[in-house]
């Protein structure tokens, strides 16, 4: 039998309290397939408070030899700047192990109401993850005199840029064949002209794949207007940011918010975490919803090579979700939700 190695990362808040519900989900999902060997990784904001750093010097070699990383949530900003947080921990994760396409799923599950008129959407965002507006590189001068400046450089590169592009155009494909590249061209030059440039190019190798280039504005008020007209969105790690969180929005809240930091070339595990963030406020209560941890370790699962498995872990949350468990904030706890859907596995 089948044995993976996983990394888990709990983190802060409600990262504890859904992490623990999914490892129930997906070793109920596993049964007779194969088995998880999960190490926990005591990685957080109260680490930092102790210990100066988010993980320690050889954490990323440490994680080097697990086939997946599970994260439930860092952040804890009362006590620990996220800039801290998020440099200290996810960022370096993410680009040591090149887990350069994020991709996170948008649609209704059964029984959820979304805020819109519109039902029958099923959006793939795939976000570039490791470069872009966030590649970290900048600086600041003359702090806390007037003449202050900070700069903030993003970074595309032909590589960067290409990889990401064929990655979008790849799961098109394998989708309803369209794909919409989003930049902000118009106003910005040099950076997105490229992109599009890049986008262009690389459409002549997938003539099967309908491409649609749209603006970052245009793309959100889409996104709201007619969601049900979108397949695949490729953008940059910024605008992915923001327009995955409309997506959540969306389909629910962010509740329902799964990812996967992918490293398609496989020399290095890929991450997985719903991005609900923290929720200090309410951790501990067994009130988080933990449906994106599920859905993220579905991904997990799909990733491993246990398509199988990922797929019973989807049904049995729409099982679940159809039943009324898990549709909105407050209706059910932690425990109830993750109950239904371990009883739907086994079902």
């Known amino acids: 039998m089948t044995a993976y190695r996983l990394a888990l990362i709990p983190g802060d808040g409600i990262g504890v309290d859904v992490t623990h519900a999914a490892m129930q989900v997906l070793h109920a999902a596993a049964k007779d397939r194969f088995t998880l060997e999960t190490t926990s990784f005591p990685w957080s904001c109260a680490y ?19 086939d997946a990383i599970f994260l439930g949530a860092v952040g804890w900003p009362a006590t620990v700047p996220d800039s801290v947080s998020l440099h200290g921990l996810l960022l370096p994760i993410r680009k040591a192990f090149n887990q350069y396409a994020n991709i996170r799923p948008h649609r209704l599950l059964a029984g959820v109401e979304g805020p ?26 003359h702090q806390g005199r007037g003449n202050e400046v900070a700069v903030e450089t993003a970074i595309f590169t032909r590589e960067g840029v290409e990889r990401i592009l064929r990655f979008g155009f790849e799961q098109a494909r394998a989708r309803r064949r369209h794909l919409t590249s989003v930049t902000k061209s118009n106003a910005q030059k040099f950076s997105m002209v490229f992109w599009d440039e890049v986008t262009r190019e690389l459409s002549a190798d997938y003539p099967d794949v309908t491409v649609s280039h749209m603006h970052i504005d245009a793309m959100a008020a889409k996104m709201v207007m007619a969601p049900q007209d979108l397949d695949v969105i490729v953008a940059s790690n910024l605008f992915g940011d923001i327009l995955t969180d409309l997506g959540a929005a ?28 923290s929720a200090p406020d309410i951790a501990g209560h067994n009130i988080a919803n933990p449906i994106a941890a599920f859905w993220s370790g579905a991904q997990m699962l799909e990733h491993l090579g246990e398509a199988e498995a990922a797929h019973a872990v989807l049904t049995a949350i729409e099982t679940a979700t159809a039943r009324g468990i898990g549709i909105r904030p407050g209706l059910n706890t932690t425990d109830e939700i993750t109950g239904a859907v371990i009883a739907a596995l086994e079902a």
């Open 116 to 141: 819109l008129k519109a039902t029958g959407f099923d959006i793939l965002c795939i976000r570039e993850n490791t470069e872009g507006e966030y590649s970290g590189a900048g600086g600041r001068v």
């Open 250 to 277: 969306i389909q629910g809240g962010l509740g329902f918010a799964a990812s996967a930091n992918i490293n398609p070339e496989r020399d290095a595990p890929s991450m997985f975490e719903p991005v609900h963030g």
């Open 48 to 66: 930092y408070l102790e210990h100066g750093v988010m993980m320690p010097a050889d954490g990323i070699e440490t994680l080097r030899n697990f």
